[in-house]
C-alpha cells in the first residue's frame, strides 16, 4: 500500500504561483510513476503532469506546458508540482497518483494509489 497525501493548495491571485507537495508513504515511493491530476467542478478529471521514477521521462498537458514544473525528490518520498503564471481555469482539486507502470499508463488515468486532493483556487 501507498499512501498519498498532498498539501500546499489555496487562493492565490491570476498570475501568481503555489507549490504543491505530495508526501507519500508505505512501499517503496521511488519506484512508482508519480503523476498530478485535477478536477474542476462539472468537469472530468484531467491529467496535468507526470514523472517517472527515474525521472528521465516527463509528461505535461498542453494547457500546463511552460508554467507548470512537476519534480520529485525520493530520498524525501515527495512530488511536487509547482505552478506558476496561474490563471482561473487552473482552478480546481489537485489529486496526486501514483502508479507501478509506464508513464503514459499514468497519463491515461490510470494509477494504483491516489491522495484526497488540495484545493486550488485562481482569482481574477
Known amino acids: 500500500q501507498v499512501q498519498l497525501v498532498e498539501s500546499g493548495g489555496g487562493l492565490v491571485q491570476a498570475g501568481g504561483s503555489l507549490r504543491l507537495s505530495c508526501a507519500a508513504s508505505?512501499?517503496?515511493?521511488?519506484?512508482?510513476?508519480m503523476g498530478w491530476f485535477r478536477q474542476a467542478p462539472g468537469v472530468e478529471r484531467e491529467f496535468v503532469a507526470a514523472?517517472?521514477?527515474?525521472?528521465?521521462?516527463?509528461v505535461y498537458a498542453d494547457s500546463v506546458k511552460g508554467r507548470f514544473t512537476i519534480s520529485r525528490n525520493n530520498a524525501k518520498n515527495t512530488v511536487y508540482l509547482q505552478m506558476n503564471s496561474l490563471k482561473p481555469e487552473d482552478t480546481a482539486v489537485y489529486y496526486c497518483a501514483a502508479g507501478d507502470g509506464l508513464v503514459r499508463t499514468v497519463v491515461s488515468g490510470t494509477a494504483d494509489y491516489w491522495g484526497q486532493g488540495t484545493q486550488v483556487t485562481v482569482s481574477s
Open positions: 514523472i517517472s521514477w527515474s525521472v528521465g521521462n516527463i
Open positions: 508505505g512501499r517503496t515511493f521511488s519506484s512508482y510513476t
